[in-house]
């Protein structure tokens, strides 16, 4: 899962400065520095203030304030992701995380064991549009009618033949990933120029690194008869097994994954001002009445469902890179889950972030849709912010179709 992070609206609070031991002398003069406008010259004053004062929430804060409004956005964006990490209960880190996070939405990534390690995700940051599959593409009329590719599954995770300017390459199907993400390692084994200089954008996931430079530059990728030009993908220095292909290659089709086939089907979604006036199109309250059918919202481009644990619902991103289904403690805590310790198994996960430590344990039931499994195993992690992830253990025995155009996903047992 991929969303892009980029810094549009700073929200500002009237942040009460406290004169610490740093703040009495550099810090009078960097505040009044800040107050009149001076942000790159309240850089220097700020920067040597945390050196030396690593722990001063209110200097971390305006330092990020100050690197913001410089146009340093990528080294903001660090120290916003310091404040709501390392000081959640702060007012400096509550406002940290609404300007990282404006819609409310702490995202996290996709999530592999050790043992897959093919579909780690890049994930959100600050605003992004809210109308990715809304419309469609540039290219839309270019697209094929339909299309149908094979996939390999390795463990639990789905792999596809792809094309980048002409060179093949094997990629994750990742419904989670909000763009395709590479590693310059794999612009590199392709032969291809990766991007220079400092990183435009942030992406958060799983791993214990924190917030990851990435680059978007542009590139020819085909899968089977699609072939999609100069599209935006998002690069990072260095991302750890295949690269992803992620919703902006797909999200113009409605695509049946057929895991006894291992089968993909992609048909070309009705034009949006076609749904917009068809009379069969498909409802709210029919998907409601058919139990095959899944409604899902957009966070992003991410799919958002909402499943049962032991009764109880919370809402999950619907994510095939993610080779198993993982929480956090926090969500474990948010739905009351006991679990006893010699159920437990040790698991490392991995993400664009580095490893992280979790575990896993059964819970009683879960349940989505038609699908309801009693004596599940979930995964917890302990490098992970946001929504839960749904993956391919939960439903990987089940056939399914996602309807982008009525934002349904229709299930048929195989």
Not at 84 to 97: E, H, K, L, N, S
Not at 314 to 323: L, Q, V, Y
């Amino acid at each position: 899962m991929i969303r892009i992070m980029r810094l549009l609206v700073l929200v500002w609070f009237g942040l009460v400065v406290s004169c610490s031991s740093a703040f009495c002398a550099d810090g009078a003069q960097a505040v009044a520095l800040f107050k009149q406008g001076k942000y790159k010259e309240s850089l220097p004053l700020f920067e040597k203030i945390v050196r030396e004062k690593p722990n001063d929430v209110n200097a971390i804060y305006y330092y990020a304030v100050a690197l913001h409004r410089s146009g340093k956005v990528v080294e903001a964006k660090l120290k916003y992701y310091d404040l709501m990490t390392r000081f959640p209960a702060t007012p400096a880190g509550q406002q940290a995380v609404k300007i990282l996070f404006p819609s409310g939405a702490r995202t996290p990534a996709s999530s592999h064991s050790s043992q897959q390690s093919g579909s780690q995700d890049q994930r959100a940051g600050f605003a992004s549009s809210r109308h990715g599959r809304e419309t469609e593409s540039s290219d839309y009329s270019s697209l094929p009618r339909e299309a149908r590719v094979y996939f390999k599954r390795e463990g639990n995770s789905l792999f596809v033949d792809a094309q980048v300017n002409n060179r093949p390459i094997t990629m994750v199907f990742d419904t989670g990933a909000e763009m395709c993400a590479f590693g310059k390692n794999h612009l590199r084994e392709l032969g291809i120029q990766p991007p220079q200089g400092a990183p435009t954008g942030m992406a958060s996931g799983v791993g214990d690194g924190g917030l990851i430079g990435t680059w978007t530059m542009r590139a020819d990728i085909k899968l089977g008869g699609i072939l999609r030009k100069n599209m935006p993908i998002s690069v990072q220095e260095n991302l750890p097994g295949s690269p992803l292909l992620g919703q902006t290659f797909f999200k113009d089709f409605r695509y049946t994954i057929d895991n006894g086939a291992n089968s993909i089907h992609f048909v070309i979604k009705q034009p949006a001002t076609a749904v917009a006036t068809a009379t069969r199109g498909y409802s709210p309250n029919a998907a409601m009445a058919d139990r095959y059918a899944v409604p899902f919202t957009l966070e992003g481009n991410e799919m958002i469902v909402t499943a049962e644990v032991n009764g109880r619902a919370i809402p999950m991103i619907f994510d095939t890179g993610a080779s198993t289904t993982v929480f956090t403690m926090t969500h474990i805590k948010q739905l009351g889950l006991n679990y006893n310790e010699d159920e437990t198994e040790a698991e490392r996960h991995v993400g664009i972030a580095g490893e992280t430590a979790g575990f896993s344990f059964p819970v009683s039931r879960m349940r989505l849709g038609p699908i309801e499994k009693s004596n599940f195993r979930i995964s917890v992690t302990q490098g992970m912010n946001g929504h839960p992830l749904l993956g391919q253990t939960f439903y990987g025995d089940w056939q399914y179709s996602i309807d982008n155009a009525n934002k349904v996903i229709h299930f048929l047992r195989r």
